[in-house]
């Protein structure tokens, strides 16, 4: 437990950091202990930040909120498709097709952002939602997950059931399956949604347009220009700040369903 605790400190400290620097005027941050509080000043700092650039910095957040919740939705439908059918399905070259999925999951995905700039350029989808959208919505990982969470938790006795009651197979995956699935699909969610969140380095290659760029490419972006306008570095910060209570919202909403999950396989 003391392990535990050091480690949990070890973890938020930098969050407690964030937190209170977000909370400063721009003089106190050098000026003042960076553990310690000072002057609140943490709503003038918002309405600084979303109010910089002609509001610049809520385009960046919808964009980020575009980007990760469709392309996480999206892209776990796809992986519980993909997971389920080759689970519970028999054809030639299943494992094959497996084993090329698995060997997706060891490519980084800095190594692809050069084939998919060229591949992007050459049907004029750079510098568009679709040039971050679409890599996103691939997850060998998450197809990994599906198929072995379908294989473990759909029997195939209920599929059978299904199909002699007449039930087509989409059906059956979205009324049976999908529901089943549920534990892993959340998971899968997560981390798409949390790595799409997180996305730096593709949306750097992808775009250039000021007004499609993510949270993280825009607060790059200022980062930069701080050596010439210091009064960037409180808005980053406060920034900073913002962009990652969504997750945290996201994370508390959906552990239930991690919870749910264990208990299921206990009783299993």
């Excluded at 439908?77 to 028999?90: D, P, V």
């Excluded at 060229?118 to 599906?146: D, E, K, Q, R, W």
Aim: glycine content about 8%; aromatic content about 14%.
């Amino acid at each position: 437990m003391g392990l535990m605790l050091l480690l949990a400190v070890y973890f938020l400290l930098p969050v407690y950091f964030l937190v209170v620097a977000s909370t400063k005027p721009q003089g106190d941050l050098a000026a003042t202990n960076g553990l310690v509080f000072s002057h609140f000043n943490l709503f003038e700092n918002l309405r600084t930040l979303f109010t910089r650039s002609d509001g610049i910095f809520g385009r960046w957040a919808l964009n980020t909120v575009l980007y990760a919740v469709l392309g996480a939705a999206t892209g776990t439908l796809i992986s519980a498709l993909c997971g389920y059918a080759l689970a519970k399905f028999r054809f030639r070259g299943r494992e094959f097709l497996f084993s090329v999925i698995l060997g997706g999951v060891l490519v980084p995905t800095t190594a692809l952002a050069l084939p998919l700039f060229l591949l992007f350029s050459a049907t004029g989808l750079v510098n568009t939602y679709f040039a971050v959208f679409l890599p996103s919505i691939v997850s060998p990982f998450g197809v990994y997950l599906a198929r072995i969470f379908a294989n473990a938790s759909v029997p195939q006795e209920l599929i059978e059931s299904a199909r002699l009651d007449g039930a087509g197979e989409f059906r059956i995956f979205f009324s049976v399956g999908f529901r089943l699935m549920t534990p892993a699909l959340v998971t899968i969610f997560l981390f798409q949604f949390v790595a799409i969140w997180n996305n730096f380095f593709l949306p750097m290659v992808m775009l250039q347009k000021e007004s499609l760029f993510p949270i993280t490419l825009g607060l790059y972006e200022w980062n930069g220009q701080t050596a010439r306008a210091p009064l960037l570095q409180e808005s980053i910060i406060t920034g900073s700040l913002v962009s990652i209570l969504p997750v945290i919202v996201v994370f508390i909403l959906l552990q239930r369903f991690w919870r749910t999950g264990l208990a299921a396989g206990s009783l299993k």
